[in-house]
């Protein structure tokens, strides 16, 4: 089992409604905390390949949670930490960026960050997000 207790932690703030954004605490009300628990400890305990198992809906739900929590940490993440977030992002959402011309640089290593990881499940793209939103928060902490 994966530790995400800084992700739970800002969840459970958010479904309270003592933190974070109004659409953050209604995203997080309408998630079943331990079904999408479920669901990651699967996803992230299986291979490249591996998915949520009828717990596909509540594993997006809490993906793209994640996408909107991670606007609220405290610092803006570094270089590095930014082409992870996209490379997850792109994949979860079934989404190829274009193959950049050589003199495009910034995109190509946006291009080969997703590239290395093209191959893994959109299952396994969120759960990933999602872990490496966790130790963001870990790292950074968020704003009300």
Do not use: C
Not at 21 to 31: H, N
Not at 77 to 84: N, V
Not at 96 to 102: L, M, T
Not at 110 to 126: C, D, F, G, L, T
Request: aromatic share 12%.
């Amino acid at each position: 089992m994966a530790s995400l207790t800084d992700f739970f932690t800002a969840f459970d703030a958010a479904a309270s409604k003592e933190k974070f954004t109004p659409a953050l605490q209604s995203a997080a009300a309408s998630i079943d905390k331990a079904a999408l628990q479920a669901a990651l400890d699967a996803v992230l305990a299986g291979g490249d390949d591996a998915t949520a198992a009828g717990n596909d809906a509540v594993l997006k739900a809490g993906f793209e949670f994640a996408t909107e929590l991670v606007k609220m940490l405290e610092k803006e993440p570094g270089p590095e930490e930014k082409l992870g977030l996209y490379k997850y992002f792109k994949q979860a959402r079934g989404e190829k960026p274009a193959e950049p011309s050589f003199y495009q640089m910034e995109a190509k290593f946006k291009y080969n960050a997703w590239k290395e990881i093209s191959h893994i499940s959109a299952q396994k793209a969120q759960a990933l997000y999602i872990k490496q939103v966790n130790d963001l928060i870990n790292k950074y902490g968020t704003r009300a």
